[in-house]
C-alpha cells in the first residue's frame, strides 16, 4: 500500500486488560472508531501505545490484529523506538514481515547520540527495509534533533518520505517547505499547535485526543482542509483544554482517562505506570466533564 501522507492518524493506546494482558475487543473497539470517524491511518506502538513496556510478541499481535481489523482501508504504521542499531532493523523488518504497511522511527533512545550517529542510525534502518519511513523529529522529550541539514542527508533514501513535526515551533513548517518543497512530507504531531502547524503546510497529523474525540479531531483537519477556517478555529479552542493532556509526563493516563469517559477505552496501564490517582486525577477529570458538556455539534464538512 502507499502511504499518503496527509489527514489524520492517531497514535493509539494499548489496551490492557485488568491482568495485564492485550485487551484486543477493547483495542476493536477504539479501532473501528476511529474508522468510522474518517482517519487516514493507524500509528501503533508510539509513546501513547506504551511501546517501552510491550513485548516483540505484543507488538506482533498489534500489528496482524491491526491489520486485519482495517482490511486495507487506511495504512497501518509500527513505531521503531530502540536503543540500539541492530534492535531498530530487526524491529524495523519484524513489522515488515508482519504486515506494517510503513515505520516510524525514532531516533537512538536512551542515548544523545551526535549528528553523525543519529544520521547513521536512521541509515542503516532505512536501507534494511522496503517499507516508507516517517522520521520522528521530537527534541523537546527526546532530546536529539533533526535538523534540516540531516534531512539533506537522509533524503537520498527514498523511502525516507515524512516527519513527524514535533519541536513545537511552528515556524519549522515553513523552513522545512522551502527547504524541500513536496519531497518531504510534513506531519505535525504536537496536539496543541496542530490546527496552526496544517494552515502553515502540514499535510497531515499525527493526534493523540483522537483516541477519544476521533470525529472532532477529523472535523478540525477537513474544515481546515477545504477553507472553513474559523469554523476550524471554534471547534479547536473547544478542544483546547483537551488538547492539552497530550503535553504532559502523564499523556498515557490522561487520555486513557479520555478514552473512558467515551467509552473507546480502559484505564489500565503498563507498570510502572498507574492510573491517575489523587488531585491529578480529579483536575483531569474535571477538564474532561467539562469539556463534555459543551461538546459542539459538529459541523457538516
Known amino acids: 500500500m502507499t502511504i499518503k501522507w496527509k489527514g489524520v492518524m492517531p497514535a493509539v493506546t494499548t489496551k490492557f486488560t485488568k491482568d495485564d494482558r492485550l485487551d484486543l475487543p477493547m483495542f476493536a473497539t477504539n479501532i473501528q472508531e476511529q474508522l468510522d470517524a474518517g482517519v487516514h491511518g493507524i500509528v501503533l506502538g508510539g509513546t501513547l501505545g506504551e511501546a517501552s513496556t510491550l513485548l516483540p510478541e505484543e507488538k506482533k499481535i498489534l500489528i496482524e490484529t491491526t491489520v486485519n481489523l482495517v482490511d486495507n482501508k487506511v495504512p497501518v504504521l509500527m513505531n521503531v523506538a530502540e536503543q540500539s542499531t541492530q534492535a531498530a532493523i530487526h524491529a524495523a523488518e519484524s513489522a515488515e514481515q508482519q504486515g506494517a504497511n510503513g515505520l516510524m522511527l525514532l531516533p537512538p533512545m536512551r542515548y544523545t547520540a551526535c549528528s553523525k550517529e543519529t544520521l547513521t542510525y536512521i541509515s542503516e534502518v532505512a536501507k534494511s527495509t522496503s517499507l516508507p519511513l516517517l522520521i520522528y523529529n521530537n527534541p523537546v ?38 527547504r524541500f518543497g513536496d519531497r518531504l512530507k510534513i506531519m505535525t504531531g504536537v496536539d496543541t499547535v496542530a490546527l496552526e502547524s496544517l494552515i502553515m503546510g502540514a499535510s497531515g497529523w499525527i493526534a493523540g485526543l483522537v483516541c477519544a474525540f476521533p470525529k472532532e479531531t477529523v472535523a478540525i483537519y477537513e474544515l481546515q482542509k477545504v477553507g472553513r ?53 480529579a483536575k483531569v477529570q474535571h477538564i474532561i466533564e467539562t469539556a463534555l458538556k459543551s461538546r459542539p455539534t459538529l459541523p457538516n464538512y
Not at 539533506?152 to 523511502?159: A, I, T
Not at 483537551?242 to 473512558?260: G, R, Y
Open 141 to 178: 522529550d527526546y532530546k536529539i534533533e533533526i535538523t534540516l541539514d540531516m534531512f539533506d542527508e537522509l533524503l537520498k533514501y527514498d523511502n525516507i518520505q515524512a516527519v513527524k513535526e514535533s519541536t513545537r515551533d511552528i515556524t519549522n513548517v515553513t523552513r522545512i517547505k522551502n
Open 229 to 281: 477556517i474559523q469554523e476550524a478555529i471554534a471547534l479547536y479552542r473547544w478542544f483546547m483544554p483537551l488538547l492539552e493532556l497530550d503535553i504532559n509526563t502523564k499523556l498515557v493516563q490522561n487520555i486513557k482517562l479520555a478514552e473512558v469517559y467515551t467509552g473507546v477505552g480502559t484505564e489500565y496501564v503498563r507498570a510502572p505506570r498507574l492510573p491517575l490517582f489523587g488531585e491529578e486525577r
